[in-house]
């Protein structure tokens, strides 16, 4: 064999060798993990959700009556003030019910006038029969029917003044439906909506459905954000707990709010495959002026926050399965699944910890049980870290280590 060919068959068993030594020493060391040393910091819990911006006091104005629309005298975003004429249904059907109803009262108290009068003759006459009857002058027969004649008048006295009464009622109510036909503001705001236009009908509601919303009056003045917080979420929010909320139109800006509203039943879903939600109410306290209903928006709610908190990694809590012991039968109602960390020990191998955690932070969790401080526990990455048994032998990878203090 020639002296180069040598050379090349040499270098080659070296690189061989080298690379052999290499991947034993990997295995040696074990797998290449990230650490991170248990420690203390400030901790704020916190609960994000989605929703829209709505005043905290709004009209929704239905149609009390049907009709059609003759005046029409604001459009969206007008200012107005309580008691501002808003628009008019035609007026004129409910206004002949009103005169019908009006002639009909007439009618009736005339017959009520010629009611009582026959009740006083019927009295006088009774009253006079009775006077000759204890005289011994009229018959028996003849008193009774003046006795007749008086209560039947009395009777029909009586149901007349009741008509009457009616009649009156039927008036009244037939003024209001007449004041149904104009629509006056009910408080000071901005018309937001307007779903209504010049020469179309109006529809009241029937039974339990609501009319068709003609018109919105919103007060501006104070608005709150109507958030969707998910099921997990919700039981750490609370009433009064503060918030920042961020409005789409208006970016790189945040509003303080707070929350004052939080919905005790879940919101209907529209299929069964939507999660479950809560509505949860912030009243933002420093609204933009030119802030408008509907418009989307994000909160942050805080739910709580601990001043130097025992915290890990939130990457290095894993959840695995309870498993009981040789013949032992795990009790009813007992949890199926435990919370821990992978401890990296002196000796370089891994040992599963349960602990307890508390709030939890953006990037950390508290820990409450399990941990004292200063414990080293394996942080990533993911795909070891979930096929971890315990008692692995591991390592720090250090490449991973540089490449985030450059980064």
């Given at each position: 064999?020639?002296?180069?060919?040598?050379?090349?068959?040499?270098?080659?068993?070296?690189?061989v060798l080298i690379g052999g030594l290499s991947v034993a020493g990997m295995r040696d060391k074990g797998l290449a993990v990230q650490i991170a040393t248990v420690g203390r910091?400030?901790?704020?819990?916190?609960?994000?959700?989605?929703?829209?911006?709505?005043?905290?006091?709004?009209?929704?104005?239905?149609?009390?009556?049907?009709?059609?629309?003759?005046?029409?005298?604001?459009?969206?975003?007008?200012?107005?003030?309580?008691?501002?004429?808003?628009?008019?249904?035609?007026?004129?059907?409910?206004?002949?019910?009103?005169?019908?109803?009006?002639?009909?009262?007439?009618?009736?108290?005339?017959?009520?006038?010629?009611?009582?009068?026959?009740?006083?003759?019927?009295?006088?006459?009774?009253?006079?029969?009775?006077?000759?009857?204890?005289?011994?002058?009229?018959?028996?027969?003849?008193?009774?029917?003046?006795?007749?004649?008086?209560?039947?008048?009395?009777?029909?006295?009586?149901?007349?003044?009741?008509?009457?009464?009616?009649?009156?009622?039927?008036?009244?109510?037939?003024?209001?439906?007449?004041?149904?036909?104009?629509?006056?503001?009910?408080?000071?705001?901005?018309?937001?909506?307007?779903?209504?236009?010049?020469?179309?009908?109006?529809?009241?509601?029937?039974?339990?459905?609501?009319?068709?919303?003609?018109?919105?009056?919103?007060?501006?003045?104070?608005?709150?954000?109507?958030?969707?917080?998910?099921?997990?979420?919700?039981?750490?929010?609370?009433?009064?707990?503060?918030?920042?909320?961020?409005?789409?139109?208006?970016?790189?800006?945040?509003?303080?709010?707070?929350?004052?509203?939080?919905?005790?039943?879940?919101?209907?879903?529209?299929?069964?495959?939507?999660?479950?939600?809560?509505?949860?109410?912030?009243?933002?306290?420093?609204?933009?002026?030119?802030?408008?209903?509907?418009?989307?928006?994000?909160?942050?709610?805080?739910?709580?926050?601990?001043?130097?908190?025992?915290?890990?990694?939130?990457?290095?809590?894993?959840?695995?399965?309870?498993?009981?012991?040789?013949?032992?039968?795990?009790?009813?109602?007992?949890?199926?699944?435990?919370?821990?960390?992978?401890?990296?020990?002196?000796?370089?191998?891994?040992?599963?910890?349960?602990?307890?955690?508390?709030?939890?932070?953006?990037?950390?969790?508290?820990?409450?049980?399990?941990?004292?401080?200063?414990?080293?526990?394996?942080?990533?990455?993911?795909?070891?870290?979930?096929?971890?048994?315990?008692?692995?032998?591991?390592?720090?990878?250090?490449?991973?280590?540089?490449?985030?203090?450059?980064?």
């Amino acid at each position: 064999m020639k002296r180069k060919q040598l050379w090349i068959l040499g270098g080659g068993l070296a690189v061989v060798l080298i690379g052999g030594l290499s991947v034993a020493g990997m295995r040696d060391k074990g797998l290449a993990v990230q650490i991170a040393t248990v420690g203390r910091e400030n901790l704020q819990s916190k609960v994000s959700a989605n929703g829209k911006i709505q005043a905290v006091t709004k009209a929704d104005i239905s149609a009390s009556i049907m009709g059609q629309v003759t005046r029409l005298a604001v459009k969206e975003g007008d200012r107005v003030t309580k008691g501002q004429f808003l628009m008019e249904i035609d007026p004129r059907s409910a206004r002949a019910n009103a005169d019908a109803m009006q002639a009909n009262l007439q009618a009736t108290q005339s017959d009520l006038t010629s009611a009582t009068a026959n009740l006083a003759q019927a009295r006088s006459d009774f009253d006079r029969a009775k006077a000759n009857r204890d005289a011994g002058i009229i018959s028996a027969a003849d008193f009774e029917r003046a006795k007749t004649t008086f209560e039947t008048a009395r009777a029909n006295q009586e149901t007349v003044r009741r008509r009457a009464d009616q009649a009156k009622a039927n008036v009244s109510q037939s003024h209001v439906g007449l004041g149904f036909s104009t629509i006056s503001a009910p408080m000071d705001g901005v018309v937001t909506a307007r779903r209504i236009e010049l020469g179309e009908t109006a529809v009241p509601g029937i039974q339990n459905q609501a009319g068709t919303v003609l018109l919105t009056v919103s007060d501006m003045s104070r608005v709150e954000a109507e958030m969707e917080v998910d099921e997990a979420s919700i039981p750490t929010v609370k009433l009064g707990q503060e918030a920042q909320v961020r409005i789409d139109a208006y970016p790189n800006q945040t509003f303080q709010g707070q929350v004052t509203e939080v919905a005790g039943s879940p919101i209907l879903k529209l299929s069964a495959n939507e999660a479950i939600k809560f509505k949860v109410k912030v009243w933002i306290k420093n609204p933009p002026l030119t802030i408008k209903p509907g418009l989307s928006a994000q909160a942050d709610i805080f739910t709580g926050n601990r001043d130097q908190a025992l915290a890990i990694p939130i990457q290095s809590l894993v959840t695995r399965e309870i498993k009981p012991k040789p013949g032992e039968t795990p009790k009813a109602g007992a949890p199926r699944d435990e919370e821990g960390v992978w401890l990296f020990t002196k000796e370089g191998k891994t040992q599963f910890l349960p602990v307890k955690t508390g709030l939890m932070g953006d990037l950390n969790v508290e820990v409450l049980e399990g941990l004292k401080g200063g414990e080293t526990v394996v942080t990533g990455p993911f795909r070891i870290i979930r096929d971890l048994k315990g008692g692995e032998k591991v390592h720090e990878d250090k490449g991973k280590k540089k490449d985030e203090k450059k980064g």
